[in-house]
């Protein structure tokens, strides 16, 4: 079975977040192996930044996407393909999101593939909610399902 993991910085307090986390990880098990990994985030001493993401490089092996403003827009079904073409590089794929005060240039630079979900800042514990929901539209567009109409 497929293997993907959500790997971010910090943890959800609002248990409206982690309900809807939740429920889309739940329809992801139908087609992968998913997990959610949150690393701590730092006390903004002015290197949290730096501090959070040298944890993110310490995971981020195999095929990783970013979730970066600087990354390309796509679609749901050009997301479902780049989803699609990782799997045939890598046997898990990995989703990063960074903390609150963004990544650093190393983090990008380890990126397979930077991804933009629109020109508006988003709370980060906000994207891994947008994140969840996307990757099972992608993996439902990939299996012919109708949730994607």
């Known amino acids: 079975m497929k293997k993907l993991e959500i790997l971010c910085v910090g943890k959800i307090k609002e248990k409206y ?13 139908k087609y ?10 730092s ?5 949290a930044a730096e501090i959070e993401s040298e944890a993110l490089l310490a995971r981020m092996n195999g095929f990783c996407i970013l979730t970066d403003l600087r990354g390309e827009q796509l679609s749901s079904e050009e997301f479902a393909s780049l989803l699609d073409n990782a799997y045939m590089r890598a046997s898990k794929v990995r989703i990063v999101i960074g ?29 891994r909610v ?20």
């Not at 977040?17 to 992801?28: A, M, N, Q």
């Not at 006390?43 to 290197?47: F, K, V």
């Not at 903390?99 to 994207?127: C, E, I, K, Q």
Request: with cysteine; proline share 3%; net charge neutral.
């Open 17 to 29: 977040f982690t309900d809807g986390v939740d429920e889309y990880i739940k329809r992801l098990g």
């Open 130 to 149: 947008i994140v969840a929901e996307q990757a099972y539209r992608a993996f439902s567009i990939l299996a012919g399902s109708s949730y994607h109409k």
């Open 32 to 41: 992968c192996d998913v997990s959610v990994v949150e690393l701590p985030d």
């Open 43 to 47: 006390r903004d001493d002015g290197r």
């Open 99 to 127: 903390g609150s005060r963004g990544v650093t240039d190393a983090v990008r630079a380890r990126a397979d593939a930077l991804v933009s979900f629109g020109r508006m800042t988003y709370p980060h514990r906000l994207m």
